[in-house]
Structures are given as C-alpha cells and as structure tokens.
DNA sequence: AGTACTGACTTTTTT
DNA sequence: AGTCAGTACT
C-alpha cells in the first residue's frame, strides 16, 4: 500500500470519519480486507499532521512487530512527502536519492521515533524498564530493571524444576506444561497466587497454587518475568501508584489498539486505566485532548486460549461511551466494503461465518468481480496433498509468469502439517516456514541468548545453568548440585557462590578449577556490557567461553550449520542496533525473546509462505491454499464437543478464506499419519459442507473421461454471457474476451461443467476466468 | 566424577 | 529436532 500525503481522497466515507476522529472513545468494527491497516495508519498520521498531536502523546498497540514496523514506515514516508513538499515545493520521488533518504531521516526522527507502537507486549516491557523497580508484589518480590523476559520454554522449565526438584511430584501427574498454563490463564485474569488459591476447592488446584506461588518466587530470585508479567506487573503497578500510572495517562493522549477483539481482560485493564486514570466513575473521566480508538472484528477473534475474549469489543460503547442516545454513530464506525477478495470468496466466507451464534451482524460486502471458482481436492494421504499443492502452484506461475512465489501462501492449523508440505516443495520451490519451530528456539542460539543474559543479568539461575556445562568444561552434575544446595542454604544466588572462593574451594580440585574458570570468563565480559557493542560482546563471550572452538573441533555438519545460525544472530544483533540506534547489549536482550518470526516475513520475498492460519491473521495473497480440512484437524477434536470452541474454529475458518483475494484453494485426505503414527481414516471437515456447494468445484466425485461430456461441446446460444460454454478446452485454445479483447489459454483446471481457465491477454496479464459465465468465445482451436 | 550413547517422547493455536 | 532419563564406559 502507498501512503499519500492526500490520504484523506483515497479513503471511502466510513473509513474517513474514522481518520478524522479527534477525541473521545471511537470503536471502528472492520471486517477482512476492510482497508483496516490503512485507516489506523492515517490516523496516526492525521492526529499529528491536523490536530498538532505530539508523537510522543501516542500509543498504538499492534498485533505483531511486523504490523507496527510497516505502519511506521508508511507514516514516515507520509512526513517525509509533507517534509519534501514544505522544503523543495517537489514531490518526494522527484528530488535525488541523498535528498530523499535525508528527509526520510528527518521524518523518522521527528515523528516515529517518539511515538509508541508495538504490541502489548514490547510496550509494556519498554515502560517496565523506566518503573518496574517501584514495584513490590503482595509477597514484597521486586525486580530490578535489567530484568530478563523469559519465553514459554524457558518458563516450562522453571516450573519443571519446581515440580520435580522442589516438591518433589510425579512429573505425570502434575504435567508442567498444564500447570504452566493454568498459571499463565490465572495471570491473564490478573489473579495472584493468593486470588488463584483462594478459588480451588480441591487438592490439585491447591498444589498448583502452591506452585504458582513458588514460581513467582523464584521469577524474582532469577530476576525475570514471563509473558503474562509483562502485562500483570504493570497493571499491579498502575494500580498501587497513582503517581506512576498518572505520568503515563498523561503521557499517552492518544490511544490505538488494533486486533481489539484479541484483546484479554488484563490489556483491557491496562488500556482502561491509562485512558481514564483510574478514575472509576464515568463522570470524572475527560476526553478533553484524548482518544481511545479500538479497531476490530468479532468474526475474526481466534485467540480465546490465551483468554482473550471478543465480548471486551462488543462491551467497549458501553465502557468507555458516554451513554448518549446516538451512541451508534458517535461511538462507532462500520467498515464493511471488502476491497480484497473476489465476490466468490466473499461469499463463501460470509456464508460459513453467518453459522455461528455470538456475533454481531455484519456483511462483507464485495468491491471486486467474482474471480475463479473455489476448488475443493480430495487426496488419498497428506503427500498426495502437497504433492496437489505443488502441482497448482506450479501450474499457475507457468500460466502467469507475473504471478512470483511470494503470490501463494499454504495454510494450515497445525504446525506439524508443514513436514509433509516441506518434503513436496523442496526440490522445487522457494518456500518459507513461518513460525513452528523458530530461529531463537534453536539450541545454539538458546545457548548463545543465555550467555548474553547471564552477562546482563548475573541474578538470572536459569539462564546460567543452561551455560554452566555447556560447552562441557568438566563441571558436571554432582557439581552443579552442590553448588545449587550452597546458594540455596546461604540465600544467595547461584552466581555469587560461584564466585565466592571459599565456596568453591570445597569442591574436588578438578572441578574447583573448572568453575573459577568459568566464573573468571563471565566476570570478564561482564565488566565490558556497558563498554561495548552487544556484537562485540556476543562474539568476545562465544570466544572465550569456548562455544566457537567446540563447534568448529567437531566439524561435522551439523556443527557447520549451527555455526552459521550463530553468525545469523550476530547479524541480528548488527541489525538491530542500526535499526534503532542502539548498540548496547542490553537493549537487543530486551527485545530478542519478544521478536516473532512472523516479524522477519517480508512482503513482495521471493518464496511461497506456509504458516498456521493463526499466523496468518493481518495477511493477504493472491492465492491461498487451505489444506487438511479434515474432522478432527480442523476443525480441531479438541473443539469439536465445545460449541463455542467449535465457533472459534469456524472463525478460523473465516480467517483463512478472506486472506485470498484472486483464488482459493480446499484439500482434506482420506487417511492422514501424525507423528509416525498408522494412519488415521479421516473424514472431510464440517466446514466444507457448510459453504455453499454452488461456489465449490472439486474431484470428490470422481469424474468421467472428457470425451463423454462433450457430446454438448456446442456453445450455448442467446446468452451474453454464456457464449463460450461447456467444450473440450485446451492449452493454447485462443478466445476473444468481450472487454479484454484477444486472449490465449494458458491453464485448465478440472473437466465439463466445472472447468476454470486461465487466459493470458497480451499486455493485461493472466485471468482466471469460469467458462461459463466469461463473456468471451473461442475462435481458434489449438494446433494440437 | 564426568561423559557418551541410546531410546522414548514430543505437537493446537502464540506474545 | 531437541530434551531427558537410564546406562555403561573412562
């Protein structure tokens, strides 16, 4: 998308109103492919450039870093248009290059630096950097700023550890990724150890509050927080000081959140408090020189486990409104004109969302012309699948040379579903993964972040336990267990008895000498974290701690590559530092456990996207393949006896289907193999009956032989529309097109009734097009 | 005391 | 692909 700097003439009425929204409470409720990006970015823009906001008065709350990194570049490029325009009385692209990355320079500086966008989570981790020292919990914990952001692995561990070496329970029965997660849903209710215990009635739940309560304990002994702090700690913060949270409400004049209906009751909390200072009665609260603007969809809220919850949109007129008779209008503002997809995928779409319940009512309506036929493949198993996937995506760059690998995206609900993707594609396509297993989920890099952690944050156990041994240096676990049970009995952290050399010096002379080693190194680097550069740094400690030459002395290919993912870090970190003109360790560190892969995609790249359909929620591509739409995967069993998990599947659904805008493509299999399992007989997803089967083509009915059905291979008479209908069509037919004029079939997909050609037109690209309803006729047969 | 190897197990979705 | 428990070897 471009960003003009006469944005305001390229939005429709809706959408503008929305922009030019001052202050008070709006809701802007915008379905898929509503422009929805598009109204929150000139808004941005618009409060700054014709309200005279200052940016640093702004806080917009985004999805993924990625949706706030584009968003910021596309305001940046609006100011520096305004910057070229006030400067040169020239457009932008009119003046040389050195002059425009100058002003670009300029307009990043002034407007984008100061204004907060992100996501919940990278915002309220930066504003606990300034404050989280003025925080104690109900048990008197507190954290020092250079906290550590631990990730959903690293949290598992540490209530693993809990479970198995402090209380010493059977790891089967007290499984520590449940427990982690009933921790995690109690924090995203902003329930503590003692909220949470006082609701269980039985000894379960009692021990799971004891463990919840041991957990935070030990988070504040390691000096760390996990996601769900990010979030609890400062709404606990703002809560208890009314000083702090009054610094920031009246920092933040102006506040934006996207993905409103992913929203869960803590950010609720938090958006609530920072837009009305606590004040709990409506007729306290002004809107004089504020707004809080919420962008979302109900039909598009797939993120209940992790407790969001789509009611916090359908409650906001009532919130944050001022109650008046016209509420409607004043308060909120309908995007409903779809400018993505073809007609037929939107009613496809529209016609499966409609079968849910709770929702409020709300049509896409369709701006574009309806495009090639939805087509639903039945596979014998998931190679034949992939196998399809690869077969159409080929087919149709063949058809359409315009059309690059960037142009397809496969979508799936699980992350074990890209094996068989992978294996299809490989030899032949450009493909990326996005998400499953991640680049910062590697070993190595795990390994590398935690010595870089255990440099900025000593406090931190966790992290330096992991390093301790590794690579091994002679301190084994006998060693580590001693040494673990003296900080514990001296009640200090691990990382003083290490360097602590009474301590050491009762361990046996070999491994003494082994950790004074190890302690020295760190002590070294630890000393450089505010002298040099994080890449410095990452490269000294990689060095010296000897990670690099156990790579290398191994020198098998696996350590080749782990070495490359390295020196990928050490890019990462170069990167960042240009990026945001910072080169100190500690603020990569802050950043590198909240970064997403997703944040790494980027657009008009030269590769087919494979991704889970949760990770393909904000995105769009001219052609989308939904595969595994089987019972039981998707939707998923674990919904299928929950009606209203059964309608979060359904959106999902939805989700997937808007993301096309030219062609959609459905596959399920008749038997599916997960994880080395026989293979399951599978039944074709509800989903697929739900959509209404006039949109659908498919080869679940096996077809006859082509011949057979061109006994009526005679154009059908007297319709306009209808000229070119049912015949034997081939590659290289040629055809003239009533608006397109001379045209060449480059593709033909499926047989008789339910053809689908593609056609190239000289100069206008390649069309999809049904032959039954193109306006157009044959003129020529092929030569063969 | 430390290391090296094997086999079992893991996956619903994510910041 | 990684982690972890178990086991045998130095």
């Known amino acids: 998308m471009k960003a003009p700097a006469d944005y305001l003439s390229h939005l429709n009425p809706a959408q503008r109103s929305a922009v030019e929204h001052f202050c008070g409470p709006l809701l802007v409720v915008a379905g898929a492919g509503s422009g929805k990006t598009r109204t929150l970015t000139y808004r941005v823009a618009h409060l700054i450039r014709n309200h005279s906001v200052d940016p640093e008065n702004i806080l917009a709350v985004t999805f993924t870093n990625k949706a706030a990194r584009e968003m910021q570049e596309r305001i940046q490029l609006i100011f520096a248009q305004q910057l070229a325009e006030q400067t040169y009385s020239h457009p932008l692209e009119s003046l040389p290059l050195q002059e425009q990355t100058a002003l670009r320079s300029r307009a990043y500086k002034r407007y984008i630096k100061p204004l907060w966008m992100g996501t919940f989570h990278s915002l ?34 540490l209530v693993k550890n809990i479970v198995t070496r402090q209380f010493d329970l059977d790891e089967k029965k007290f499984d520590p990724r449940s427990i982690r997660y009933a921790i995690g849903n109690a924090k995203n209710l902003g329930h503590s150890p003692q909220d949470f215990a006082r609701e269980q009635q039985n000894y379960r739940g009692r021990v799971i509050g004891e463990i919840y309560d041991a957990y935070q304990t030990r988070l504040a002994e390691n000096n ?33 959140v996207d993905e409103y209906q992913d929203t869960n009751r803590i950010q609720y909390r938090l ?70 997809s073809r007609s037929n995928i939107l009613e496809a779409a529209n016609a499966l969302i409609e079968l849910n319940t709770e929702r409020i009512d709300k049509v896409l309506r369709p701006t574009r012309g309806c495009g090639a036929t939805i087509y639903c493949y039945k596979a014998d198993n998931e190679l034949v699948e992939a196998q399809f996937v690869r077969d159409r995506i080929l087919d149709l760059r063949r058809a359409d040379p315009e059309l690059d690998w960037g142009s397809f995206a496969i979508l799936y609900r699980t992350n074990a579903q890209s094996r068989a993707l992978e294996d299809a594609l490989r030899s032949e396509i450009p493909y990326i993964i996005v998400g499953g297993l991640k680049f910062y989920d590697r070993k190595e890099v795990k390994d590398a972040l935690a010595y870089l952690r255990a440099l900025v944050n000593p406090a931190d156990t966790v992290s330096l336990l992991r390093i301790i041994n590794t690579p091994r240096r002679g301190i084994g676990q006998a060693t580590v267990d001693r040494l673990v049970a003296a900080a514990r009995e001296l009640g200090m952290p691990l990382w003083h008895v290490l360097q602590d050399e009474t301590s050491v010096k009762t361990l046996a002379g070999r491994s003494a000498k082994a950790v004074q080693r190890f302690a020295l190194t760190l002590q070294t680097w630890q000393s450089q974290v505010t002298e040099r550069s994080a890449a410095e740094i990452l490269d000294g400690i990689l060095s010296d701690s000897g990670y690099y030459s156990d790579l290398q002395n191994q020198g098998t290919d696996e350590a080749t590559s782990r070495l490359e993912n390295l020196k990928e870090l050490a890019n990462a970190v170069i990167q960042f530092a240009e990026e945001n003109e910072d080169l100190s ?62 309608e979060e599947e359904r959106r999902l659904c939805y989700v997937g289907i808007t993301r096309a805008r030219e062609q959609l493509f459905l596959s399920f299999t008749r038997e599916r193999r997960l994880w080395g399992m026989a293979r399951e007989p599978a039944l074709q997803s509800q989903f697929l009956q739900e959509l209404p089967s006039e949109l659908l083509e498919s080869n679940i009915v096996p077809q006859r032989l082509p011949r057979k059905s061109v006994e009526r291979d005679r154009p059908t008479v007297g319709t306009v529309s209808a000229t070119a209908a049912i015949q034997n069509w081939q590659i290289g037919d040629r055809v003239i097109h009533q608006t397109l004029g001379p045209g060449e079939v480059t593709l033909v997909m499926g047989e008789g009734a339910k053809t689908t050609l593609g056609i190239k037109f000289p100069g206008l690209g ?5 032959p039954k309803f193109a306006p157009m006729r044959r003129v020529e047969a092929s030569a063969n």
Not at 238 to 254: A, C, K, M, P, T
Not at 307 to 320: G, H, Y
Not at 766 to 770: A, M
Request: no cysteine; hydrophobic share 40%.
């Open 271 to 340: 958006i609530r408090l920072l837009s009305t200072n606590g004040e709990p009665h409506r007729d306290r609260w002004s809107w004089q020189q504020r707004s809080i603007f919420v962008v979302g969809d109900a039909d598009q809220s797939i993120y209940s486990f992790r407790m969001a919850d789509f009611k916090i949109l359908l409650e906001f007129q009532e919130d944050f409104g001022d109650g008046l008779p016209d509420d409607d209008t004043r308060t909120m503002v309908k995007l409903e004109e779809n400018y993505r």
């Open 766 to 770: 390649t069309k999809i097009f049904d």
């Open 124 to 157: 309220f981790a930066r504003l606990l950097r300034f404050d989280i020292d003025k925080y104690r919990d109900e048990k008197e914990r507190k954290w020092e700023r250079n906290f550590t952001i631990y990730d959903e692995s690293d949290a598992q561990s």
């Open 585 to 646: 360790l500690e603020g990569f560190l802050a950043n590198a456990s909240l970064a997403s892969d997703l944040d790494n995609l980027e657009e008009g790249q030269q590769a087919v996207s494979a991704m889970t359909l949760h990770s393909a929620k904000g995105l769009e591509f001219p052609v989308v393949f939904l595969v595994g739409l089987e019972q039981g995967l998707f939707p998923h069993n674990r919904a299928i006896d929950d009606p209203a998990a059964l």
């Open 224 to 256: 760390a927080l996990d996601f769900d702090d990010l979030l609890l700690v400062p709404a606990r913060l703002f809560e208890q000081n009314e000083s702090i949270l009054g610094y920031w409400h009246d920092r933040f004049r102006h506040v934006l």
